[in-house]
């Protein structure tokens, strides 16, 4: 069921993009779609772990973006994380080289273990009732961040961030931090001013 969820999610975003695209370049304010890849690392309580994801953005008014956001985690042998996040990115100075944003957004937070996987967090370990493997916990994820998109041409930008992850599941909350890079793509041309 949750693969179905994510497939649909892909097909409706990529259909977004493609009207998106479509927008003419002399737009004057740089309406259109963003391509995004992440790289970095996220960090709970029970350590660090690498951390890569892709992101799709539709700007639909010079401070506001909708982008829906993956992220990909490999904390240890056996153990995967993925969520899917969508929400909305401010943009405090549109237009310019430098552009902070604070981005927000809800969506699903997938965590895997196999047998003997180790460590696994006690918001888990706390919920396996059986001795069935692999255990699969699908949960609600809110997200809340920040950063700058830093323009090093009028379509590419590189854009470090950080952002808090709230993962709930059972009456129980579990806090990660994700910090690391993307690398963005806009596919329109953005008239950027020093």
Known sequence: MTLRVMVLIAF????AASSAGAQTNDNPFGFGTTLAGFAGGTVDGD????AAGLELGWEIAPRLAIEGTTLWTAP???RHEFSVVIGPKFNFRPGRRQVPFVTAGAGMYRATFDAGA?????????R???TAS?????????SVGGGAEFFVHTHWAVRPDVRVLMVAGDSNLRWITAV???VAYHFEHHHVAD
């Open 47 to 50: 350590g660090p772990a690498p």
């Open 134 to 142: 692999p255990h699969t916990f699908d949960d609600f994820v809110a």
């Open 128 to 130: 396996m009732t059986d």
């Open 76 to 78: 240890g042998d056996g």
């Open 180 to 182: 690391g890079v993307h």
């Open 12 to 15: 409706v975003s990529a259909a």
């Open 118 to 126: 180790a460590p696994v967090p006690e918001f888990y370990a706390a």
